[in-house]
């Protein structure tokens, strides 16, 4: 089974444009669109597409609200941000909120690879490759799967194993979020 993960618009025509519809709607390919507006633009292109919500469940979201404020705790424990003039309460206050948000977004791509792991027997990861983003979290989370190959996407096709910077970044979310060690 490959999986396919999109979240942007330009993403999803890239991939119709290189991989071609068929592919998209074979049996053995499952799409995962992040972003409605990836699987509208799918959708109208006769792709059959799936949305995070057949993935990620009240179990998941509970998960992710307890293990975050741990996460923030860690991090503003020892936070001292101070200004010349002395003030601080703003900024942690600032701080706080902006992590919490990218914690919470980090974590719940993670939770939803998790549901779409649990479902499907995935052999092949095939996004598109940005800077950051989406595409190094999902490569991140399949490899403590040696088995799965990634395929990356910008102007060219190429396949790859997953690397090992993306499994130190999955262990220090297992050690974040369930205290293993990594």
């Not at 618009?9 to 592919?23: H, N, S, T």
């Not at 109208?44 to 995070?52: F, I, L, N, P, Q």
Request: some cysteine; proline content about 2%; hydrophobic content about 40%.
């Amino acid at each position: 089974m490959k999986l396919v993960v999109l979240e942007f618009k330009d993403e999803a025509r890239k991939i119709l444009e290189v991989y071609g519809k068929d592919f998209l709607c074979s049996k053995d390919t499952v799409v995962v669109c992040l972003h409605p507006a990836a699987g509208v633009f799918l959708k109208e292109s006769g792709v059959k597409v799936h949305d995070t919500l057949e993935f990620f469940g009240n179990s998941k979201q509970q998960d992710i609200v307890l293990s975050a404020e741990g996460v923030i705790s860690g991090l503003t424990k020892d936070l001292d941000l101070k200004d010349d003039l002395g003030l601080e309460k703003g900024y942690q206050e600032t701080f706080t909120y902006h992590a919490r948000f990218y914690i919470n977004h980090f974590m719940w791509l993670i939770k939803v690879l998790e549901g779409i792991r649990e479902k499907y027997a995935i052999k092949e990861l095939i996004c598109c490759q940005k800077p950051k983003g989406v595409s190094r979290i999902a490569k991140g989370f399949w490899a403590l799967s040696p088995q799965i190959s990634a395929r990356r996407k910008a102007s060219n096709i190429n396949r790859s194993r997953l690397a090992c910077p993306g499994r130190v970044c999955l262990k220090a979310w297992l050690k974040l979020s369930h205290g293993l060690s990594a």
